[in-house]
């Protein structure tokens, strides 16, 4: 696979597909992975009856167990609705008798990692299933070109590889193969998208994109215990990892499964062969994610040396292959495989000359292991959170920072920023959308894990608003359109990115909110200036809204004029957002320049819409602050006004404890900060 030859759209959700969601799945094989799999896969398509097939009685006795449990957990913690409890409970159908998926739309097969098994099992479902019925293996190795060799009907086959676990874990590799139809990966890129997961899509390698890293790390690690521990190992690379090799091996019981894939890698290089020592040992003595057990300088300098040139080195090979693309490379080693920051993303802050140091140690002590291709610098030039599609001379921007619902930050913004500046000139593209990467949000506000680093400093605080700024300020200049597309929740700072495009749009179950003041802060880029100068109407919808965090469903958000168009599916608010685009052509500024009128701000109480207690100081600082924007002559003041008012806020006591509260997953406690 090579860019060029990925589905047409890098959005999953851009690629249109003819067919519908699956209303029939059987998923084969009720190991330890295919109860998990189809535990997402039931708990998110609606009307779903999907069938587990096994072959030992047992095994579905211990799956439909183990779906019970799951539903108690998720009925418990309020992740599952009643509805959907009732969909796993009843749709679920185990089954020993290949017979009973012969209506299927889509078989996915997850049972041992054994090609001949495999090729038995495919044998058997192709002779039951229609020829347009969807086919796939769950494997983590072996290449779709053989684990489809037997296959009639190949061009609906693929592997969709899950990680673990299943259910929770939301990436899913897509394998893109020579016999395989290019509808096939579109479709199930988007039905993955569609469905909350994060889909990736990877060439035909050997283990794909994310096992390349990952078993490769896992068997680096137990080289290395001829000079340290599994505990010593496991701590040093807790620097790099939330859980250190030998502790994910220990829960997966991974030791064999690294030994097979290594095997099978070997067939690209002796050097891939596994560590003697992952056939002896059955269990890992090491400490657990976090931990650290002491270690000699010199022996951790060279296990971090060892495992971040396997990182290193793994990555860079999976680039210069183009068995992935650099963003799914970093967002994967992420999600799927619990690194704290991807691959490209250390190897930009360890700099290339640490980088090359790093690589020519790995290849002296494992000879044989792959190096880059091309001056280390060029892997760095690409967007990292964002995916630019073009829809008929439109370009749409998708914020995708699944993990933080699309959050801003620097990063994000700069991207943004950039995608805008490259196109605006051109004569050739017609206007902007930009969109949220998902079925949830459009974007839930600045990234709050970055307001500690303001708190208390007045000075810091209004930069921070002032930076964060650069792209709206931007926006507020531009005359070729950007319209917003409300895919989902537009919170705080991502509702502010909203209201200063040129026009919002949004699906109907979407949401504007400012929960800022939950937060003890004020909306400090914009949101207590523009929408007023905007959209007077509905000034006192916007009191509510900054003082006490109320919900805008947008349906009243069309009702009040601040949205212009609503659509019942993300497919719909795109064509609306194309459509507005063009509509809009070259014109104004989005926001009003000068002071607009707004009703009094009275007296409230200190609560949220929610109920929940607010800092009266906050309220205060947020009420004065709408009242001077509004009086302001020109925007660039009341932005500016703004900008003081969050700084203010940032330095009050209610700031601290609201922003600790979201970070500790607490609800804040304003009585004791006023
Ligand atoms: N900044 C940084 N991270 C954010 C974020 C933000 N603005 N909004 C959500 N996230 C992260 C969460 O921390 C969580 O990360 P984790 O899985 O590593 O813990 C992840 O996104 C999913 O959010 P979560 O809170 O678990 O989802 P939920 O469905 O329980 O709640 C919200 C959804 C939107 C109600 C909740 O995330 C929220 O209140 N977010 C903050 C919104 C906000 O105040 N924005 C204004 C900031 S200017």
């Known amino acids: 696979m090579t860019v060029e030859t990925r589905p047409s759209h890098l959005n999953p959700l851009l690629n249109r597909s003819a067919r519908p969601m699956p209303r029939r799945i059987a998923v084969v094989g009720a190991g330890t992975i295919g109860p998990d799999i189809a535990y997402y896969l039931i708990s998110s398509i609606p009307d779903l009856r999907l069938s587990l097939v096994d072959v030992v009685p047992e095994a579905l006795d211990r799956a439909t167990k183990r779906l019970a449990g799951y539903v108690e957990k998720g009925l418990a913690k309020k992740k599952l609705t009643e509805e959907q409890a009732r969909g796993v409970r009843e749709n679920v159908v185990p089954t020993l008798d290949y017979g009973d998926i012969a209506d299927c739309d889509w078989v996915l097969e997850a049972a041992t990692e054994n090609i001949e098994l495999k090729h038995r099992i495919f044998e058997q479902v192709e002779a039951i299933v229609s020829p347009k019925a969807l086919i796939t293996s769950n494997t983590s190795s072996l290449p779709a070109s053989r684990v489809f060799a037997g296959l009639t009907h190949k061009g609906r086959a693929t592997v969709t590889h899950f ?21 096939t990966v579109e479709y199930l890129d988007w039905l993955f998208a569609a469905t909350g997961k994060v889909p990736l899509i990877t060439s035909d390698a050997i283990c794909f994109m994310l096992d390349r890293i990952f078993d490769n790390w896992c068997n680096e690690a137990a080289y290395l215990l001829d000079e340290a521990t599994a505990a010593e190992v496991d701590s040093t690379a807790n620097e790099f990892v939330h859980a250190g090799p030998f502790f994910v091996l220990n829960l997966a019981r991974g030791n064999p499964i690294i030994v097979e894939t290594n095997t099978l890698q070997m067939e690209e290089g002796a050097h891939y062969r596994p560590a003697p020592i992952l056939r002896s040992v059955d269990t890992w003595t090491t400490v657990g994610p976090g931990k650290r057990a002491p270690v000699a300088p010199e ?36 999600l799927a495989l619990g690194f704290k920051r991807g691959p490209l993303d250390l190897m930009r802050r360890l700099g290339d000359q640490e980088v090359r140091r790093i690589l020519d140690r790995l290849v002296s002590e494992r000879p044989g292991m792959p190096l880059p291709e091309r001056p280390l610098e060029s892997y760095q030039g690409f967007l990292r959170h964002v995916l630019v599609d073009d829809l008929d001379g439109v370009k749409v921007i998708t914020l995708r920072r699944p993990d933080a619902l699309n959050a801003l930050n620097d990063e994000v913004t700069d991207e943004v920023l950039f995608v805008l500046r490259e196109h605006e000139g051109d004569p050739n593209v017609v206007g902007f959308v930009i969109v949220g990467y998902g079925p949830r949000a459009f974007c839930a506000g600045a990234d709050i894990g970055r307001f500690p680093e303001v708190l208390g400093d007045a000075e810091a605080a209004a930069r921070y608003a002032r930076d964060c700024s650069r792209l709206l300020v931007h926006l507020d200049a531009m005359t070729k359109p950007v319209v917003a597309a409300l895919n989902g929740m537009a919170l705080g700072g991502g509702l502010e990115l909203a209201i200063r495009c040129h026009a919002i749009v949004a ?78 052509g ?55 006004i703004g900008y003081r008012a969050f700084a203010k806020t940032a330095c009050a006591e209610a700031a601290r404890e609201g922003v600790a509260a979201f970070l500790e997953k607490r609800k804040p406690d304003f009585t004791k900060t006023g």
């Open 163 to 183: 990680f673990a676990p299943a259910f929770r874990n939301p990436v899913v590799e897509i394998v893109h193969w020579a016999d395989g139809d290019p509808e």
């Open 507 to 584: 699906q109907r179950s979407a949401w504007l909110q400012f929960p800022e003041v939950t937060l003890g802060i004020a909306p400090g880029i914009g949101g207590m200036a523009v929408p007023y100068r905007r959209w007077p109407q509905a000034a006192e919808t916007f009191h509510d809204m900054l003082r006490t965090a109320r919900k805008l469903s947008a349906a009243d958000a069309h009702d009040l004029g601040v949205v212009v168009g609503l659509a019942g599916s993300y497919e719909e608010l795109m064509e609306l957002a194309v459509e507005r685009v063009r509509g809009l």
């Open 586 to 640: 070259e014109g104004a500024a989005p926001t009003p320049d000068g002071s607009v009128d707004i009703p009094p701000l009275e007296e409230i109480e200190a609560v949220a819409a929610n109920g929940m207690p607010l800092s009266r100081e906050t309220i205060g600082i947020i009420t004065e602050a709408v009242q001077r924007c509004a009086g302001a002559p020109h925007l660039a003041e009341a932005l500016d």
């Open 299 to 334: 022996t951790a300098a060279r296990i971090r040396d060892r495992l971040l040139g396997i990182l290193l080195s793994q990555s860079l090979d999976v680039l210069d292959r183009s068995i992935g693309l650099p963003s799914d490379l970093d967002l994967g080693c992420r």
